[in-house]
Structure formats: structure tokens, C-alpha cells
């Protein structure tokens, strides 16, 4: 019984020590992955590619900023600044891309919506 308890506790121990070791993404990474996923979906050029890393890099600085904000701020109206900092960059990467790009960029960006509201649809459900 003793064995069982001691073996059981380890394995917890391992599964804390595990989740504490997730580091976060600094803004420079973040914008890299972002303009690695959208040159791979759109085939930017290297000029785009720069344009866009560029956009991402202010996007994720601004983000960084707002959630090191103070604490006490208001909850809603940090997620209404983030939901304008999301969209003045998407803004400004559709300003980047050519028409091919931008139907792409649409029709993929339609098929990750559906795919968040699929997902969220169990939980609404639990909640609700």
C-alpha cells in the first residue's frame, strides 16, 4: 500500500515538474511562427515575408505590453484593446497581400472560424 501511495506521488511530482517547465514564446518568436504559418499558406515573397514579420512583431510587443499592464485593470476593456490590436495588424497584413493572396487569406481565415466555433460549441453547451 505504502509502494503504491510513494509510486503514485511520484508520478504527480513528475506531472507538476512537466507543466512547470512550459516557457513562453518572446514576441520575436511568436511573430516568426505567424509569418512562417502565413508564408507557407499564401507563398509571400521575401519583401511580404519581412512586411508582414514586421507587423507581427508590433502586434506581439503590443500584446506583451498589455497583459504586463497593471493587474487591476479592467478585464473587458484590456480583451476589447487586444481584439483592436488583432485587427488593426490583420488590417495591415491584408494591405501587404495581393488579390490571389487576399482570397486565400479570406478563405482561410472562414475555415479557422468555423473550425473555433465548432470547437467552442461543446463548451457553450456545458456552460449553458
Not at 506531472?15 to 516568426?32: C, D, H
Not at 514579420?53 to 485593470?73: E, G, H, V, W
Not at 483592436?84 to 475555415?111: C, G, H, M, P
Amino acid at each position: 500500500m505504502n509502494r503504491l501511495i510513494l509510486i503514485a506521488s511520484f508520478i504527480i511530482g513528475l506531472g507538476f515538474m512537466a507543466s512547470a517547465q512550459v516557457t513562453k514564446k518572446s514576441p520575436e518568436q511568436r511573430a516568426a511562427h505567424h509569418t512562417k504559418a502565413l508564408q507557407k499558406k499564401l507563398n509571400l515573397s521575401q519583401e511580404q515575408a519581412k512586411q508582414v514579420n514586421a507587423l507581427f512583431l508590433t502586434q506581439a510587443t503590443r500584446m506583451d505590453s498589455l497583459k504586463n499592464s497593471n493587474p487591476s485593470d479592467d478585464k473587458k476593456g484590456k480583451q476589447l484593446a487586444a481584439k483592436s490590436i488583432r485587427l488593426a495588424t490583420k488590417k495591415q497584413v491584408f494591405a501587404v497581400l495581393n488579390d490571389e493572396q487576399k482570397t486565400k487569406f479570406a478563405a482561410w481565415e472562414k475555415k479557422h472560424k468555423m473550425k473555433h466555433k465548432e470547437h467552442q460549441a461543446p463548451k457553450d453547451a456545458v456552460e449553458g
